[in-house]
């Protein structure tokens, strides 16, 4: 997997222009993730109008690979049910830690420009922090971490 | 910024011959992502050499068995082989006597020993511990923990925007209740070189005692510990070329003296009934259980091979690179140093504008530089200038100007991939 080649396409473009960056107003649902390891953080704001997200936003300091998976994640949840959200969930969560077979059928679409990090494993992370914080900001859980016990990596970042 | 005064490079004697010198180092021929590897990860961990590799092979061939029990060849082999190398470190630091070179397990195990062995026993409710915001999680923590059981309080000593040690706020935080000061020699994430000398005589003009975290000072100049004056002195060994899970603590022998054991155990008793348990004499007293012998063997071997290279002449070539590097960043615009006192070790910290540090850190690795990125388990310091994370570059005297450039051309195309 060439890195360069992962940040090339569509991340680069996210990053420097996340979509639906910001914050939400009338939130009904919100979660902050935090990765202990590097210090980023991320916080989700949801609108939930009955089963369907209507609004969502984030903000938060981040790396590229984390502010885009983050910002094609709200891209990629607008306007779909609570339902769709958890799948897209957990089929990005599988795909980043190499456990998803990208030949079967899925929903990720566009998101599978992400599929590289999985041989990148101090950056799994990163991809998956907004999907975590999603996904507790569905549960009404308003602070997640990478580190949490469901966390499918353990990779730790290094030490001085 | 950091340019040699000719007169101090004189001093430092000739250049050394790195081309020779990297031929002892099998690693540095690695390719990574089909480019040459450049190992700037050397505050993290240094790299061995066949010497050393050598020498471990040779003792797990032909040496070992446990030390200090049984009267056969191989255990009074191992056995003088072990103490052997507590000579060749009692060297190295220039400490007054073999026995107050205690192994541990690295820099971390010996602050804890001197936080269980001493503090435990000395610091009472009330009393004053001083730190610096430079410190290591491993010299706070533990510091914290005692503090938290005693009911003692941490001070902290202050520094400027370019990292250096504020020493009359230090002179400040003295009172009638400090008891114990732990101070790094060398930061790891800034570099800065700390006064310690100047700190260490005016903490025993007030009767309170030093411990030198110097983790990052001992692979990168002489250290004397008798000049110093310090009490005790840490270090790991795998940052200076030797195995991992061995490191020394220095301690002068009246304060190792009056320590209480920390790990109880075989090897550091003399006699053990269930009445009553009579401690052995320093240092074994401190070193419980079999200890890492290959490793301790395979640290006495690190340090001939530093000692002949000499540690000025490291010092002098890890200056060059570390003056060089810092001019080259300087014509790279949107790249900020972070740590700029006027003494350093060859750690370069920085920013690269626009980009996290660990995208820097993953499209450099794609260029085979190796660097650190993160908050270098530092916190304090981050959140004191105000920067969540750094990408470092830490340099040995296996590492060459060349190396530099390849660096500073990858560090361009990662700008170039941002832009």
Known sequence: MNPKSLYQEVILDHNKKPRNYGTLDNATHHAVGHNPLCGDHLDIALHLEGDRIDQVAFHGESCAICKASASMMTTAVKGRTRADAETLIQEFRDMAVGKLNLDVPHHLGRLTVFAGVRDLPTRVKCAILPWHTLHAALHSVTATSTEAEDDPMHAAIGDA | ????????????????????????????????????????????????????????????????????????????????????????????????????????????????????????????AGDEIILTTLEHHSNIVPWQMLAEEKG??????????????????????????????????????????????????????????????????????????????????????????????????????????????FKGG?????????????????????????????????????????????????????????NYATEQMGDLPGVRIIGTAAIKIAVLSFEVKGVHPHDVGTLLNHEGVAVRTGHHCVQPVMLRLNVPATTRASFAFYNTLAEVDAFIAALRTVQKIFS
């Open chain 2, 152 to 261: 003692a309080k941490i001070r902290v000593v202050p520094i400027n925007d370019a990292g250096e040690l504020l020493v009359d706020e230090y002179e400040k935080l003295f009172n009638e209740r400090t008891r114990f000061v732990s101070v790094m020699h060398a930061s790891n994430a800034l570099g800065t070189v700390n006064p310690i000398k100047q700190m260490i005589a005016f903490a025993h003009s007030r009767g309170v005692p030093v411990l030198i975290d110097g983790a990052q000072a001992a692979p990168h100049m002489e250290v004397d510990v008798q000049d110093l004056d310090c009490d005790f002195y840490a270090f790991s060994g795998h940052k200076l070329c030797g195995p991992t899970g061995i490191g020394v603590l220095y301690g002068k022998a009246e304060f190792l003296e009056r320590m209480q054991p």
């Open chain 2, 266 to 322: 075989g090897d550091m008793i003399l006699s053990v009934t269930f009445e009553k348990t009579v401690y052995n004499s320093i240092p074994h007293k401190f070193e419980a259980g079999t200890p890492p012998i290959a490793a301790a063997i395979g640290l006495g071997a690190a340090v001939d091979y530093l000692s002949a290279i000499g540690l000025d002449a490291i010092a002098a070539h890890e200056l060059q690179l570390l």
């Open chain 2, 1 to 124: 910024m950091n340019i040699v005064e000719p007169a101090l490079q004189s001093r430092f004697g000739p250049a050394l011959d790195v081309e020779r010198i990297r031929t002892d180092f099998p690693i540095l021929k690695l390719e990574v992502e089909g480019n040459p590897l450049v190992y700037f990860d050397n505050a993290a961990s240094s790299q061995m050499p066949q010497q050393v590799i050598d020498r471990l092979v040779h003792y797990q061939t032909a040496q070992h068995a446990n030390i200090n029990r049984g009267v056969h060849y191989l255990s009074e082999t191992a056995t003088a082989e072990y103490e052997g190398s507590r000579g060749k470190l009692q060297h190295f630091l220039n400490a007054r006597e073999e026995r107050e070179i205690v192994f541990t397990s690295g820099t971390t195990d010996s602050i804890n020993l001197v936080m269980h062995g001493y503090g435990r026993k000395f610091i009472r």
